[in-house]
């Protein structure tokens, strides 16, 4: 069994590669593979928390803290291992490489869309840029879009980063249990994410952070996406978490 698991993947081929190829390898895979997904599940599934005692309490920082500081070590993980490689021949770019970029490129579009994505505001605050009260709390068209593109783009790098670590590995001939491991890590990744999503855990984020009066601009515009609800809608599934204006919330 453990001749078989330190085995490489294609037996025609040996599994051989330098130092710096090795840890390059490492810090991607710890960076996208592990540490990017947990970080999204968070983010979607965390904006009220069990036992918070929604919407008395509102705007809980434990998604986005998490959310912020798991990202900001995938970049740092990400650039070092970048240069871990550099210089590379161009001209011997393989697919690997390629989606390695894509991803970079991503990165680098995340990281400016979350600089730009304008002021937070509140109901009575006054925005930095002198809006009334803040692109997020009155929703603007530039909030809109980024939320979109930050959202989409987002799901995307990281089905994308799967791709690559894949690519990679195959290039590296990297041995069965690196492939297993990786392989039952996602798979654990999935059935946690189905099973939170089944309990109606995706919150509205606006809702989370501003409870749901009327009142608020936010909560006047259509609902907010796939998978998404919020917290004051009637209609529950049968798994849903249920939460009752004012009351604790509660799993069913």
Do not use: C
Not at 10 to 23: G, M, N, P, Q, T
Not at 50 to 79: A, F, K, Y
Not at 156 to 179: C, D, E, H, Q, Y
């Amino acid at each position: 069994m453990w001749e078989w698991l330190l085995s490489p993947i294609d037996a025609s081929r040996a599994h051989e590669v330098e130092v710096a190829i090795s840890w390059h390898a490492r810090l991607m895979v710890l960076g996208w593979g592990v540490i990017a997904p947990v970080a999204v599940i968070i983010a979607r599934f965390f904006k009220v928390l069990p036992g918070q005692n929604w919407p008395q309490e509102l705007d809980s920082q434990v998604w986005w803290r998490t959310h912020w500081i798991g990202q900001t070590i995938v970049l740092l993980l990400s650039v070092i291992g970048f240069a871990l490689v550099l210089p590379g021949d161009l001209s011997k770019m393989s697919l690997h490489n390629w989606l390695g970029y894509a991803v970079l490129a991503a990165l680098i579009l995340q990281v400016l869309l979350g600089i730009f994505r304008g002021s937070k505001g509140g109901p009575s605050s006054l925005a930095a840029d002198g809006s009334p009260r803040g692109h997020h709390y009155d929703m603007t068209p530039w909030r809109h879009m980024f939320e979109t593109l930050h959202k989409s783009i987002g799901y995307g790098v990281l089905v994308l980063a799967i791709a690559t670590i894949l690519s990679g590995l195959w290039k590296a001939n990297g041995p069965i249990w690196m492939w297993l491991s990786l392989m039952i890590w996602w798979a654990a990744l999935a059935v946690i994410f189905i099973r939170l999503q089944k309990r109606g855990m995706a919150v509205d984020t606006y809702q989370a952070i501003w409870g749901d009066d009327p009142e608020h601009p936010g909560n006047r515009l259509p609902h907010p996406g796939w998978g998404v609800r919020r917290l004051s809608d009637t209609e529950q599934g049968e798994d849903d978490v249920r939460y009752d204006r004012g009351d604790r919330l509660r799993g069913h």
